[in-house]
């Protein structure tokens, strides 16, 4: 073990360099949180398949529990059951838009960590940036459970649990528990707690920030424990599920998965629930008593629990939804935590968009009518009035708006096509829309996958860390 | 220069009040033959009479601002990418809400000067056989408002931006009327 303690503190330090200007020390939120013990329990496993091309290289680092798939790197790092999916990744001879400029990708894109700790972190899309096309780059970085890394370079940065940095390339920067940012770039800022922040510069700038003590109910994380509180409480409570599917060597697809549909082996599906046409289930999702229509996917973490999604809806990484009825095509943006109950049901009404990091939780029935956009933090309708929208009156701002904790300035109608244009390409990167031979997905493309195993030292000089090793075509 | 016996200074304890009324008393007492410019800062002394800290007319104004946590929100926006017009508007809004009273002047009075004064850099001394070209650079380059100047350990007045302006503008008079 003295191998992972060695590298555990040596990423510690790197970080720590990196964010002596922000006077931020990760030692306490992670020295004792690192359950290197656990690490050698758990096998890593990367996916094959013929549209991905592979070159896996794993160099004196972790894996345990972790997932693979597409062109990844990893050295000196930790990866606790983190999902690296790499299926979006540039391919060579792509072009690549950025404001006037179109540059040409020269060898296929690959992810690579190192130097880092993710624990339970999702680390997926492409880099978004201009400055580095061919690879996406999580470097001298501490994300913690159920962070997500989409699309977002990192560079010297400390990300809190359930916190998503989405198209956004970070140098030096701490990103509280529970915040989204979507900014472009970032560098030497430290966000607070439950921030969401969309900016696009001359264009808008979205940002909403919930209330600390409301959000501590939800999700609190202090120096020397674990995260606690209902976010937290509610994904732990259902460990066990994903630990038998985990230590199962087969699964079999239910027969019920139409042909056009992709049920991962690594989901966790309970009884009673309904696959359409077209639907996308990723691993480490949760299903359970639920009806998902025709194009509807559930990404990374995503816990679909009682609830009918009538069809094209998104529900992006880490997405939950409870006891909750969703119209066709609602989009339910990262981490969303929507909670009815069978008393207090939610109904989200078609063509809506639920922002990501947004809490739903209500002990009434509540019904949002559609083509709503809605964020922050609800638990009647009172709170509604003040965190969403109809989508047309908020395409109408044209200078500045503020209502409840949120702030808006710029352009609505580019913000809310913004949007639009990305649930587009969510599903139909997801297949959403295949018709049998064309506008194949995600969900056509990943139902041929072969997944490998490999394992860390068992014990000895090296024990925990894996082989270093290159897996290539 | 200006020399410390005659420029406005106060003592660690003390507070905004006291400091604003030392500023009014040393610049009614202060010889302007030399220089049109008031004196702007207090300087605060601890016990030793060693110089610890300078209270600028932007510390006194920034010490008055209304501190709570929506206050705090607001100021906070600006790191966020949005104009100074959006931050005014929302200025404006909590001033029309909550009201900028005489009470934040009462609360601010009793304000103890090293809760809101700046500390001093190593930049912002000055050896009095410093040349006052290398002296010009030192404040441009930290963009100080004055330089302390010291002779050995002792603090012996203030080199202020004000008269180094003067001396200057002088200087560049003088050079053209050669000409």
């Given at each position: 073990?003295?191998?992972?303690?060695?590298?555990?503190?040596r990423?510690?330090?790197r970080?720590?360099?990196?964010?002596?200007?922000?006077?931020?020390?990760?030692t306490?939120y992670?020295?004792?949180?690192a359950?290197?013990?656990?690490?050698?329990?758990?096998?890593?496993?990367?996916?094959?398949t013929p549209?991905?091309?592979?070159?896996?290289?794993?160099?004196?680092?972790n894996?345990?529990?972790s997932?693979?798939?597409?062109?990844?790197?990893?050295?000196?790092?930790l990866?606790?059951?983190?999902?690296?999916?790499?299926?979006?990744?540039?391919?060579?001879?792509?072009?690549?838009?950025?404001?006037?400029?179109?540059?040409?990708?020269?060898?296929?894109?690959?992810?690579?960590?190192?130097?880092?700790?993710?624990?339970?972190?999702?680390?997926h899309?492409?880099?978004?940036?201009?400055?580095?096309?061919e690879?996406?780059?999580?470097?001298d970085?501490?994300?913690?459970?159920?962070?997500?890394?989409?699309g977002?370079p990192?560079?010297?940065?400390f990300l809190?649990?359930?916190?998503?940095?989405?198209?956004?390339?970070?140098?030096?920067?701490v990103?509280g528990?529970?915040?989204?940012i979507?900014?472009?770039?970032?560098?030497?800022?430290?966000?607070?707690?439950?921030?969401?922040?969309?900016?696009s510069p001359?264009?808008?700038n979205?940002?909403?920030?919930?209330d600390?003590?409301?959000?501590?109910?939800?999700?609190?994380?202090?120096?020397?424990?674990?995260?606690?509180?209902?976010?937290?409480?509610f994904?732990?409570?259902?460990?066990?599920?994903f630990?038998?599917?985990?230590s199962?060597?087969?699964i079999?697809?239910?027969?019920?998965?139409?042909?056009?549909?992709t049920?991962?082996?690594y989901?966790?599906?309970?009884?009673?629930?309904?696959?359409?046409?077209?639907?996308?289930?990723?691993?480490?999702a949760?299903?359970?008593n639920?009806?998902?229509?025709?194009?509807?996917?559930?990404q990374e973490?995503?816990?679909?629990?009682?609830s009918?999604?009538?069809?094209?809806?998104?529900?992006?990484?880490g997405?939950?939804?409870?006891?909750?009825?969703?119209?066709?095509k609602?989009?339910?943006?990262?981490?969303?935590?929507?909670?009815?109950?069978?008393?207090a049901?939610?109904?989200?009404?078609k063509?809506?968009?639920?922002?990501?990091?947004?809490?739903?939780?209500?002990?009434?029935?509540l019904?949002i009518p559609?083509?709503?956009?809605i964020?922050g933090?609800?638990?009647n309708?009172?709170?509604?009035?003040?965190?969403?929208?109809?989508?047309r009156?908020?395409?109408?701002?044209?200078?500045?708006?503020?209502?409840?904790?949120m702030?808006?300035?710029?352009?609505?109608?580019?913000f809310?096509?913004?949007?639009?244009?990305?649930?587009?390409?969510i599903?139909?990167?997801?297949?959403a829309?295949?018709?049998?031979?064309?506008?194949k997905?995600?969900a056509?493309?990943?139902?041929?996958?072969?997944?490998?195993m490999?394992?860390?030292?068992?014990?000895?000089?090296?024990?925990?860390?894996?082989?270093?090793?290159t897996?290539?075509? | 220069?200006?020399?410390?016996?005659?420029?406005?200074?106060?003592?660690?304890?003390?507070?905004l009040?006291?400091?604003?009324?030392?500023?009014?008393?040393?610049?009614?007492?202060?010889?302007?033959?030399h220089?049109?410019?008031?004196?702007r800062?207090?300087?605060?002394?601890d016990?030793?009479?060693k110089v610890?800290?300078?209270?600028?007319?932007?510390?006194?104004?920034?010490?008055?601002l209304?501190?709570?946590?929506?206050?705090?929100?607001?100021?906070?926006i600006?790191?966020?990418?949005?104009?100074?017009?959006l931050?005014?508007?929302?200025?404006?809004?909590?001033?029309?809400?909550e009201?900028?009273?005489?009470?934040?002047?009462?609360?601010?009075?009793r304000?103890?000067?090293?809760?809101?004064?700046?500390?001093?850099?190593?930049?912002?001394?000055?050896?009095?056989?410093?040349?006052?070209?290398?002296?010009?650079?030192?404040?441009?380059?930290?963009?100080?408002?004055?330089?302390?100047?010291?002779?050995g350990?002792?603090?012996?007045?203030?080199?202020?931006?004000?008269?180094?302006?003067?001396a200057?503008?002088?200087?560049?008079?003088?050079?053209?009327?050669?000409?």
């Open positions: 073990m003295q191998v992972l303690e060695k590298l555990l503190d990423i510690i330090q970080v720590n360099i990196n964010l002596r200007e922000l006077g931020f020390d990760v306490p992670v020295h004792e949180l359950a290197l013990n656990q690490m050698v329990k758990f096998y890593a496993f990367y996916g094959i549209q991905h091309p592979i070159n896996f290289q794993f160099m004196h680092s894996l345990a529990g997932y693979f798939l597409g062109r990844c790197r990893v050295t000196n790092s990866l606790y059951k983190s999902d690296i999916r790499g299926d979006e990744l540039k391919k060579k001879g792509a072009v690549f838009r950025f404001k006037q400029y179109e540059i040409p990708i020269t060898r296929d894109e690959e992810i690579d960590i190192e130097d880092s700790l993710l624990i339970k972190t999702l680390v899309c492409y880099s978004h940036d201009p400055e580095s096309l690879k996406f780059f999580i470097k970085t501490i994300a913690m459970h159920y962070a997500n890394i989409h977002s990192s560079d010297g940065c809190a649990p359930f916190s998503t940095v989405d198209l956004t390339t970070m140098h030096d920067c990103v528990e529970f915040s989204y979507q900014a472009g770039e970032i560098s030497h800022i430290k966000i607070d707690p439950g921030t969401v922040w969309i900016r001359e264009k808008f979205f940002l909403y920030r919930f600390s003590r409301q959000l501590e109910n939800y999700i609190k994380f202090i120096p020397g424990s674990k995260p606690k509180g209902l976010l937290f409480d994904v732990e409570d259902k460990k066990k599920d630990e038998r599917i985990f199962l060597v087969n079999e697809t239910p027969r019920s998965v139409p042909v056009s549909a049920l991962d082996r989901a966790v599906i309970k009884p009673h629930t309904k696959i359409s046409d077209n639907v996308l289930v990723a691993q480490r949760y299903l359970k639920s009806w998902l229509g025709k194009g509807a996917n559930a973490n995503c816990y679909i629990i009682n009918r999604l009538e069809g094209c809806d998104v529900t992006a990484h997405g939950k939804i409870i006891e909750a009825d969703l119209g066709t609602v989009f339910v943006g990262f981490n969303s935590f929507l909670r009815g109950s069978q008393d049901r939610l109904t989200i009404g063509d809506s968009i639920v922002m990501p990091h947004t809490i739903i939780d209500i002990s009434s029935p019904n559609p083509g709503h956009i964020w933090l609800i638990r309708e009172k709170d509604l009035k003040t965190n969403s929208l109809p989508i009156e908020f395409s109408g701002i044209e200078t500045d708006f503020s209502i409840g904790n702030i808006f300035e710029g352009s609505g109608s580019s809310v096509s913004g949007f639009k244009d990305r649930i587009d390409h599903l139909d990167s997801n297949g829309f295949f018709n049998g031979s064309e506008n997905g995600h056509q493309k990943n139902q041929r996958i072969s997944f490998n490999i394992q860390p030292y068992p014990m000895g000089e090296l024990k925990g860390l894996f082989p270093s090793i897996i290539q075509p | 220069m200006v020399p410390i016996s005659e420029y406005a200074t106060v003592q660690e304890g003390d507070t009040f006291e400091a604003v009324l030392a500023l009014e008393k040393a610049q009614e007492k202060f010889d302007y033959e220089t049109p410019y008031h004196h800062a207090v300087l605060i002394l016990r030793k009479k610890v800290g300078k209270l600028s007319q932007l510390g006194v104004l920034r010490a008055i209304p501190k709570n946590e929506r206050t705090q929100q607001i100021e906070d600006s790191r966020f990418g949005f104009s100074t017009k931050v005014n508007s929302l200025r404006e809004k909590y001033r029309l809400e009201g900028f009273v005489d009470d934040v002047y009462k609360k601010a009075i304000i103890k000067v090293e809760d809101c004064m700046q500390t001093l850099s190593q930049g912002e001394y000055v050896d009095e056989k410093t040349s006052l070209d290398t002296a010009i650079y030192q404040l441009v380059t930290g963009m100080h408002l004055s330089l302390i100047v010291s002779r350990d002792e603090i012996i007045g203030i080199l202020r931006m004000s008269d180094v302006f003067g200057v503008f002088h200087a560049l008079k003088s050079c053209e009327l050669t000409e």
